[in-house]
């Protein structure tokens, strides 16, 4: 279901969110996760998830949720709308009384950015566990892997061994984040 703000949103018993900048591969990671291709709308136009798409765990209200959030830093949108959908996650962030886990994705090809940086420092701020996951593996040159998992763990403040890293297209550490996903929503 969708909604575009939480209050909209029924109860749930534990909630996982998926955070990170526009494009960066949050729908095709939760579609990957769920083994369902057009699941979540994935897009080549920046900015196409507006609103906070939620995914139920099988079985049917069990209550364990995945949350598919807007990308934060869209900057082609208009101000008063990027102040509206920034605003909309953030509220989502603090209040939601059942998100638990926050997914920081962080893209591979790029590295962290500016933004991604601040954001993590944003929700340790607010003291909302996350767990890094850096995204489209496949697109990084063999050569350039290694002093990339290096920038992007010392980026995020985190040891090399606690990013996560993933592609959507091929299926690298999906299992992996997968289990990781399971195994928490199960002790919750
Ligand atoms: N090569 C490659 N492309 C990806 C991967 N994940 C996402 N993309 C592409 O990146 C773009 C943005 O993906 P999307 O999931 O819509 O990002 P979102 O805006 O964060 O939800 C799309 O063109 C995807 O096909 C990946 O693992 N590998
Ligand atoms: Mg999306």
Partial sequence: ??????????????????????????????????????????SKTPGATR???????QPEGSGKWLVDLPGYGYAKAPKHEQKRWAQMIEDYLIERETLELVL?????????????????????????????VATKHDKVKSAKLGSRKKAVAEGCGVEKKDVRWVSAAKGVGIPELRAEIHTFLEYE
Avoid: C
Avoid at 10 to 39: C, M, T
Avoid at 118 to 129: K, V
């Fill in 1 to 42: 279901m969708s909604a575009s703000k939480h209050t909209q949103l029924p109860a749930s018993l534990v909630e996982v969110a998926v955070a990170g900048r526009s494009n960066v591969g949050k729908s095709s990671l939760l579609n990957a996760l769920a083994n369902r291709k057009g699941l979540a709308k994935t």
């Fill in 51 to 57: 609103l906070l798409n939620v995914f139920e765990l």
């Fill in 104 to 132: 920081v994705l962080v893209d591979g090809e790029v590295g962290p950015t500016a933004l991604d940086k601040q954001s993590i420092e944003w929700f340790r701020h607010i003291g909302i566990p996350i767990k890094i």
